[in-house]
């Protein structure tokens, strides 16, 4: 099947690339953010990295090693639940059109490989339980305790992982069997919150550090290279408040340029819908849901990794939905210029992480692969 050799293809390549990562001593900002640590003081983002590091003492293990293998885990974990779910939905057009959008994970993390295995990845695991719970009709309350165990990791590894609650929320909610308690009902919208708010107000509380060397010892010491401290660590010495400056980006021709790629992606579900009754209300909830990222905007310039949070977390609330009601509309046929036009447009157009801007499409980055393979 065409999605299962996608799907395999591009996990593949990433495997491949976390192993060039390890070889190469880690990555500044892929393998170093992770490895921010509180070993020293507080700081945001430090919990994961300070339960790392404690592990891999103990396990006299390379923290980098146990990192990469962690990485690999989770990539493929989401990998085979993808896979799982789309075949089990038989793989409509409508659907392979979503799966296959520059702005989700498939094809960003295989057309700009710097940007995957980022710590959001932590909030698209929290999404598989209710997924798997959806595909199967049964083992809702089981679901939902895992994924607020993944999100609880989620929002205290980054900060940004906050902004996906709305989108957590909603997959929660729509697991829920019809005769759930009322107890059970105020539980997902309250843990999460919780959590959410907990993992906001600790990285507010701790936004920035006044030397990062401190932080980056505690990696040193461990045998790692000081190089990969010099993305994600060192950053943290910046207070928030600098972000302020770069304000003008957003009412500049570059960002309106970006809009455009934006709204490309959108219209994948645009077709997605077509058929439904509510079609046009879905898709304009599709477009409102993207204010719920609009201070990643202000905070930060990662303009193309913002679009694969809202794309991706479209996809995966989108998938348990489909998993769910398997709706009739999702089978019907579509126009083929609709198809083919969208379908050549996630194939030859790309989305880099950082700042967002236009690159080459999985296909075209294939063939160009196999040109230069063929000339060297």
């Avoid at 609330?317 to 398997?326: G, I």
Wanted: net charge neutral; aromatic share 14%.
């Amino acid at each position: 099947m065409t999605i299962v050799f996608i799907l395999g293809g591009v996990l593949a390549y990433l495997l491949y690339c976390l192993f060039v990562d390890f070889a190469q001593g880690g990555d500044s900002w892929k393998q170093g953010d992770w490895l921010i640590n509180e070993l020293t003081e507080p700081t945001r983002r430090g919990l994961f990295g300070s339960a790392l590091l404690l592990t891999s003492d103990a396990l006299g293990l390379s923290p980098l090693l146990l990192l990469v293998l962690f990485q690999g885990l989770v990539v493929t974990a989401i990998f085979v639940v993808l896979g799982y779910a789309a075949i089990d939905l038989k793989v409509p057009n409508k659907l392979l059109l979503i799966l296959l959008s520059p702005g989700f994970i498939v094809f960003f993390w295989f057309n700009d490989p710097q940007g995957s295995v980022r710590k959001e990845m932590l909030t698209f695991l929290a999404f598989l339980p209710l997924m798997v719970a959806a595909l199967r009709g049964s083992g809702s309350r089981i679901a939902c305790v895992l994924s607020c165990l993944a999100y609880a990791l989620a929002v205290f590894s980054h900060e940004a992982n906050v902004f996906f609650l709305p989108f957590l929320w909603l997959a929660m909610w729509m697991v829920l069997p019809d005769n759930a308690s009322t107890r059970l009902r105020v539980s997902v919208i309250a843990v999460p919150f919780l959590l959410a708010f907990l993992g906001g107000l600790y990285a507010t509380a701790y936004s920035h550090v006044s030397d990062w060397t401190l932080i980056c010892q505690q990696v040193t010491d461990r045998g790692l290279d000081p190089t990969v401290c010099g993305g994600a660590i060192e950053y943290l010495v910046t207070p928030p408040d600098e972000a302020t400056r770069n304000l003008t980006t957003l009412v500049s021709i570059y960002f309106r340029n970006f809009l455009i790629l934006y709204g490309i992606c959108l219209l994948s579900f645009r077709v997605l819908f077509q058929g439904s009754a509510w079609a046009e209300w879905w898709f304009f909830a599709v477009i409102a849901s993207g204010v719920v990222f609009v201070p990643l905007y202000i905070l930060a310039g990662d303009y193309g990794r913002w679009l694969n949070y809202h794309i991706s977390a479209l996809v995966f609330v989108a998938l348990v939905y489909l998993l769910k009601w398997r709706p009739a509309w999702l089978y019907r046929d579509l126009k083929a210029i609709d198809f083919s036009i969208l379908l050549a447009l996630s194939l030859l157009v790309g989305i880099r992480h950082v700042p967002g801007e236009l690159i080459d499409g999985s296909l075209v980055k294939v063939l160009l692969a196999i040109h230069n393979l063929l000339t060297s």
